[in-house]
């Protein structure tokens, strides 16, 4: 975080901050991609329901006016080009989702929006990529994004020989619900991340 916002890291309250990443931590460490996956399960994606999701993503993003942080115009374009996960902005982006989780510059909001669990990689989490403590699994910027449940996953993750036949989201099963995503390449440099 000191990378993304320097001169706000040593002005914040650093026992929230400590709280908020020990609790994402203990439920990262929870977290793991749904039993059915390695055998090829496949949960019912209605046609009916697929659509809907395809439409939701095409909407607006509308900011509202009183927020607690408004992120500047570089972020915001950027959030605005990724149309898989106008979901979870529109959630980060919503004034009481901002006073629930502390939201109230730019380090903060960076910091709440790189460690919700759709922009966790699952099979990075269950391959046990991560070693150190405190490592993220952090989705690679080009992901492929669930249309039914929005959890993103590395492309790279799901070419593994174990995965690459599995068709289906790790996380909500659906079948042919994962599509290729490259605008978080955007929104990760908006944010000042270092290339991955």
């Not at 990529?129 to 449940?149: G, S, Y």
Request: charged letters at 25%; one cysteine or more; proline letters at 7%.
């Amino acid at each position: 975080m000191n990378q993304v916002a320097p001169r706000l890291f040593y002005d914040t309250d650093m026992a929230k901050r400590n709280d908020y990443l020990i609790t994402f931590r203990a439920v990262l460490m929870l977290w793991r991609v749904h039993p059915g996956f390695w055998e090829g399960v496949e949960v019912p994606y209605p046609k009916s329901k697929k659509l809907k999701d395809t439409k939701e993503f095409n909407e607006a993003l509308d900011i509202p006016e009183n927020l607690v942080y408004k992120p500047g115009k570089k972020l915001l374009r950027a959030i605005h080009d990724d149309r898989m996960n106008m979901r979870i902005w529109r959630r980060l982006l919503s004034r009481k989702y901002q006073l629930e989780t502390n939201i109230h510059d730019l380090m903060s909001f960076c910091e709440v929006a790189l460690t919700q669990l759709e922009f966790q990689c699952l099979l990075c989490r269950s391959s046990q990529r991560i070693k150190a403590p405190f490592d993220i699994p952090l989705v690679h910027p080009n992901a492929l994004h669930c249309l039914r449940c929005d959890y993103n996953i590395c492309s790279s993750c799901n070419q593994t020989p174990k995965s690459r036949a599995i068709k289906t989201c790790p996380n909500c099963l659906a079948p042919n619900a994962l599509f290729s995503s490259t605008t978080l390449e955007g929104v990760f440099a908006a944010m000042n991340l270092p290339r991955r």
